[in-house]
């Protein structure tokens, strides 16, 4: 059912069937280390490239949530998949084996918020029982597509985000569990025209801000009615400058509000500056942390938002701004 202007309230919702979260290293050292389903020493992963890596590291998180789901990859009818290199080049090989039909998404960081957002749209339409969500970043792949190779060595801002190496996996489905997708609110393209990539919390915050009012607006829901509103990777610098905005509006998200990129590391033992950030961020977060409290209901609802920053190499390097995008997914116990 539309739900005022950018959002959708599912009549019947569907479900959460299974998830998995595939990590690197320092994400295992990070707080929520204990809490992913694999955590891989060599961020290699037995691969001898870094986009290789993250080609495996999502079909490992493909095949757990699946097994977690007691499914195969014959009970999916679709799979909706992204991440952040050119022409999605992870994705694509990485689940290639499953030979599952596919969508190949891209909304930067926001990525898993839109594959669960597709996923849930194409179940309650009765397109098909079950969808495969999946996203991933690495920090090598990301740092030698956007930023430097890592032989380079070179110093980060202090505003600057650590590309979380990470794949979430969500099987989306009619399955009955103990997590629905009551609804969606599509995010727009915001931009505030800021150009620097290494801040890129100050890019994102504005769509964060704008997709969280709309939820509230259509949904006709105050910052109260979820117990948290849970951003993908502003970090420190887009939260404070996320809570400015809001205020801005006369919303206050403060006492309900958490970010992935602030809690997947330890800012400050782990060096990671302003957070965590990448297609992975929110994914492994949400399925690690954030479901097993929705599961135990602990938490009755929660607005999830990943959010991202729409750039590219070619933008970067002429001189374009960086656009934000976040999409909005309402998630219950039941």
């Known amino acids: ?109 926001s990525t898993s918020g839109e594959a669960i957002a597709l996923a849930s749209m194409s179940v309650a339409a009765g397109y098909g029982d079950n969808m495969l969500a999946v996203t991933s ?36 489905g009619t399955k009955r569990s103990h997590v629905r997708v009551t609804g969606i609110t599509v995010g727009k393209i915001v931009d505030y025209g800021l150009k620097d990539s290494q801040n890129m919390g100050a890019c994102m915050a504005p769509a964060a801000c704008d997709t969280i009012l709309r939820n509230l607006e259509d949904f006709g829901r105050t910052p109260d009615d979820y117990n948290r509103i849970v951003t993908g990777d502003l970090g420190y610098v887009g939260q404070s400058i996320l809570f400015d905005l809001m205020r801005g509006k006369n919303v206050d998200i403060k006492k309900n509000h958490m970010d992935c990129g602030m809690t997947i590391y330890d800012q400050k033992t782990q060096d990671t500056h302003a957070g965590g950030s990448g297609c992975g961020c929110a994914a492994v977060t949400l399925s690690s942390y954030i479901l097993p409290k929705l599961e135990r209901g602990e938490w ?31 998630l219950e116990h039941c």
Not at 41 to 46: A, I, P, R, S, T
Not at 149 to 172: C, D, K
Not at 309 to 325: D, K, Q, Y
Request: one cysteine or more.
């Open 137 to 172: 970043s690495h920090f090598g792949s990301a740092e030698k597509e956007f930023r430097f190779p890592l032989g380079y060595a070179n110093q980060r801002p202090l505003s600057a985000h650590w590309t979380v190496t990470g794949s979430g996996a969500f099987v989306v």
């Open 300 to 330: 009755k609802r929660i607005l999830f938002v990943p959010t991202g920053a729409l750039m590219s190499t070619v933008s970067f390097n002429e001189g374009e701004s960086v656009p934000g995008i976040a999409h909005g997914i309402v």
């Open 1 to 109: 059912m539309i739900q005022g202007l950018q959002s959708i309230a599912f009549e019947n919702s569907p479900y959460i069937v299974g998830s998995a979260s595939v990590v690197g290293k320092k994400e295992g050292e990070g707080p929520l280390g204990s809490m992913f389903d694999m955590v891989e020493e060599n961020d290699l992963f037995g691969e001898e490239t870094w986009e290789a890596a993250e080609s495996t590291m999502q079909k490992e998180a493909c095949v757990l949530a699946l097994g977690k789901a007691h499914m195969d990859a014959r009970d999916i009818r679709y799979l909706f998949g992204g991440d952040l290199l050119r022409q999605g080049v992870a994705t694509s090989m990485g689940v290639e084996e499953l030979s599952i039909p596919m969508f190949g998404l891209y909304g930067a960081c």
